[in-house]
């Protein structure tokens, strides 16, 4: 069935690295590919997204690559902030004659100063 | 400012006692859902509705009901009959349920029943 798998975290950065948080799927259909981010003690907010082969995703510096031939979305920011500290979820979505999202187990970041 | 509401933040029941968690969103989205989440696990979807007086069932739905008689409002009762009701509990909509469309989320119900 279809499946989303990311990296286990925690992924413990000092500030100003680079992050890389791997993301690959599995799914029947063409799906669209989704990164949430969940701060402490909220709801998700959509990070970014990509609806087909080849596309990228960008926002608030980070970017993701949507490469149908590796079925990969990983998750990548070039310099990180203390702020950045959170849950990402990286989630697929697929018409399957209904509606389907799927969502990967989250991967907790922590970025320290 | 449009968004979704969830209350209340954190509530608290004794076991064997039905509770109501309430999602009002004002995003004029047609589709509304209910996820679980549990302490790394990523989310279930319980119910989902994509129009009013209508709603299927997600990948864990038993034990839970829901009712969408508004737009605007999609309330969750956790029933009894729910063996592990202790979890956050998320509310998101979108305008389509078409696989491009993203979701956005309430800020979540922790449900704590002992």
């Known amino acids: 069935g279809d499946s989303v798998t990311q990296m286990e975290g925690p992924v413990t950065l000092s500030e100003e690295a680079f992050l890389t948080i791997n993301c690959t799927y599995t799914?029947?259909?063409?799906?669209?590919l989704f990164w949430y981010v969940q701060y402490p003690g909220e709801g998700l907010q959509l990070l970014l997204k990509a609806t087909k082969a080849d596309d990228k995703g960008s926002n608030k510096g980070f970017e993701a690559t949507y490469r149908k031939e590796t079925t990969s979305f990983h998750l990548e920011k070039g310099s990180v902030q203390v702020s950045d500290s959170a849950v990402y979820f990286c989630a697929l979505s697929v018409d399957t004659g209904g509606f389907k999202t799927i969502f990967g187990a989250g991967t907790r970041l922590f970025v320290k100063a | 400012d449009g968004g979704i509401t969830q209350s209340p933040k954190y509530l608290f029941r004794k076991e064997g006692q039905n509770v109501t968690l309430s999602c009002e969103q004002n995003l004029n989205h047609d589709a509304m859902y209910w996820y679980r989440q549990d302490p790394g696990q990523g989310l279930r979807l319980i119910y989902y509705s994509q129009i009013v007086n209508d709603f299927q069932k997600g990948d864990i739905a038993e034990g839970y009901s829901v009712s969408r008689e508004k737009k605007e409002s999609f309330p969750l009762t956790v029933t009894s009959a729910q063996k592990n009701p202790t979890a956050f509990y998320l509310c998101?909509?979108?305008?389509?349920?078409?696989?491009?469309?993203?979701?956005?989320f309430g800020p979540g119900t922790r449900l704590t029943v002992t």
């Open positions: 799914a029947t259909g063409y799906p669209s």
């Open positions: 998101a909509s979108s305008t389509s349920t078409a696989s491009s469309y993203e979701q956005y």
